[in-house]
């Protein structure tokens, strides 16, 4: 399984941005995709998933804030942040596992990241 997120870059408080995951050799073992940020000087922290097992799965800190999705070929998967905060600046990575879970150990694949920027 192969990963690329792309789809970073600078946008003002308040904005929007869509990031992509392209997922290559997807497998049913490894259907839970999930996105993980990392702020400067931060641990990486998880911030969505989504699986045919758990469906969508938001950290506190994004709902209501972000979605997430992905095509029916399960092909691409999609987060759409929208009412960006300066908090949310980081670099984003996608990765997958067999289950959605917070625990970055039992994600197997990583993309590399894109850096996001929320500032005036």
């Known amino acids: 399984v192969q990963l690329q997120a792309s789809g970073g870059g600078l946008v003002q408080p308040g904005g929007s941005l869509r990031l992509s995951c392209t997922v290559s050799?997807?497998?049913?073992?490894?259907?839970?995709i999930g996105w993980f940020r990392q702020a400067p000087g931060k641990e990486r922290e998880g911030v969505s998933c989504i699986s045919d097992r758990n469906g969508n799965v938001y950290n506190d800190f994004v709902k209501g804030r972000f979605t997430i999705s992905r095509d029916s070929a399960k092909k691409m998967v999609y987060l759409q942040m929208s009412s960006l905060k300066p908090d949310d600046t980081a670099v984003y990575y996608c990765?997958?596992?067999?289950?959605?879970?917070?625990?970055?150990?039992?994600?197997?694949?990583w993309g590399q990241g894109t850096l996001v920027t929320v500032s005036s």
């Open positions: 990765a997958a596992a067999w289950v959605c879970s917070w625990n970055q150990s039992l994600f197997d694949y």
């Open positions: 050799g997807f497998t049913s073992s490894h259907d839970a």
